[in-house]
């Protein structure tokens, strides 16, 4: 009863404001003290008539739902005083619904909305010495994951900051407190998540020619899997940023970045990092750059340290030639053994200007002496960064994985995803490959940090020869492209391998692209035969844009990657077909239709997603109209869900 009197009250508050805000403003600005900068928003209706279906191997639920919902939002800015003494900026937003389902069974379903909203920021004595801000943030609402899983989410989110706004020493200190619950309404996974930031940070310059930061981190996370227990870890890190200038051109400069991290809790562990660079210019177009990196890290299972060292000579001959020859030599100690690693190369490029075109060479080698002592023993792999993308193969670094030891976390390592709901592990020739899974908390593209156990087969060392070439003809003004690459890689002077997977492989790519401006098309043919897993690859993508007379607005973009795992003889298959139509019939009146499909296709993976929009909008003034119709059909593994909707709604902006 409490809360429904609440909410009426926050209703009653806002319809007043959106009735009326003139006089509001005019009222509290009389005495002097409030001063009101804007006072925007809008109040909506809407109604949504929806019936779907949804099949779950041999169990069928259909559902018929109407929603009517009211919405009211609110901008304020304003001041206290003057501008630079007290700023207050205000959104609300609130959208309470009535709703009518008739369904045989599963009832559970979410709407993509925000259910409220409230955002409060205040800054005093913006600009002068000392600054004082903060922030509320509070959110219930929710939304889709792409168009596969339905999630209800609730943020609440709070913090501050001092800055001490000098030229001699500023310094700036933050507090967080980061709140998140989500909920996926199908699977009825739930995570929650709490962070307490508290950052402190300095900066300081001794003259034009350096800058140098100082950074100290202190969080808190506190955070829950369905049916998993709780994990606290406390992290503290500190961070010093340097960069000094040689010249007053800034061609030549020093840069060092060292960072301490600590971590107690769940997973306890110790980790320091100190990268030192150079860059410097130097006489007849050549170009020096080197860098160290020491890397180090403590925890119950191993002891690791890294020295990495490298040094580059570039050349730029006139326009057309750019060289460069360089070395890498890197010493990695670890519990159970030691490994090293020197790295020799040279890149060229070359780019000549022809008739009808240009023509694009370029020719890259390296040599990589590896070797490694150790004895036969399980190798704790920690902290492995990947990124993982749809239509591409991700490889774990070592061979002889443990399936059943694949962690993966984000890149902060507080958050670790779940098996065969955000990813999927398969196995290749002693490799493990990781497939992100769609509609799960990993989107596509992200990077990940994979911890794993893996065999160490004892001593070994060999050399590794790479080469690539390629050519690129850019014809006709860029219209047309047709493009050849080739890489290979061998091994020589092998010493004890035991059961070490070596990846043998030549590569053949073949691709051409038409660029007319307004349509971009182009295909690709990708044949990679290696002993580890060998493929044939066909890409096709097509990118189409066009605005006739300002009235018709066209949109299309597709892709299709087709991949032949040849030693399964497995076909994996992702396509990506979207686009957009708009005709404009007069200034306040549009009609825009949208469509989407989706399909993957492979191993763990079975996925076809069919979206369609149709919307005719109008506005009169300051009320704007729209109304639609809403088409959506997913297939996923052994679920089939149909729908339609027809939605109308009105708003009215002030």
Known sequence: MELVVRQIKYGVLLSFLCLNPNALAQTLSSSGLWHQQSLTGKVQLEGLFRQQNNIIRDFTDTQKSKYYIAGIQINSKSYLWQPDIIT??????????????????????????TLNKLDLQTTIFSGKPVT???YVNLNQSYFNRENLTNVKSVNKNYGGRISLNNKFLPVT???????????????????????????????????????????YNHDKYIYTYTDQDTVVNNIDQITLNNTLFFDKTKKYNFSSRVNYYNQKGEHTFERFDGFESIKL????NFRLNGSYNYYSLSESTQDLRKHVIRSELEHQLFYSLTSSV??????????????????????FKYTKKIPFGRLNLFYRYFRNHRS?????????????????RDGFIELLDRPFTDPASVTVKDVTGTIIYQLDFDYSIIERNGYVEIQRIPGGQISNGQSVLIDYTASQ????????????????LLMFKNILEVYYRYAQQDYSNIEQTGLITLNYFSQDVWGTRLNFGFLEAGMEYDQYRSNIIPYKLMRYYVNLNGNIKHKLLLSLNGSVRDYLIIEDQINQQYANISGRMAYVFKKQTKASLEFGYLRQRGENLNLDVITAKA?????????????????YSRRYTEESLTMGSLFIKATRKF
């Open 326 to 347: 360089y070395i890498d030599y890197s010493s990695l100690s670890q519990t159970v053994y030691n490994e090293k690693n020197t790295k020799t190369g040279v890149d």
């Open 457 to 472: 087969e004892g001593d070994y060392s060999y050399n590794v020869n790479n080469f690539g070439t390629g050519i690129n």
């Open 132 to 134: 004082i801000s903060s």
């Open 173 to 215: 200190l933050t507090y967080r407190d980061l709140n998140w619950d989500q909920k996926e309404t199908e699977t009825g996974r739930e995570f929650s998540m709490n962070q307490n930031n508290l950052e402190t940070r300095i900066s300081k310059a001794f003259g034009s020619l350096n800058r140098n930061e100082f950074i």
């Open 372 to 388: 490694m002592d150790s004895k036969p023993a399980p190798l704790q792999v920690i902290d492995e960064e990947h990124v993982l």
């Open 615 to 631: 919307e005719l909008s109008t506005s009169l003034r300051q009320l704007y109209l729209k109304g639609g119709i809403e088409l």
């Open 281 to 284: 210019r130097l006489p007849a």
């Open 88 to 113: 207050l900026d205000f959104s609300g937003e609130f959208n309470p619904e009535t709703r009518d389902e008739k369904y045989i069974r599963i009832p559970n379903r979410s709407e993509v909305r």
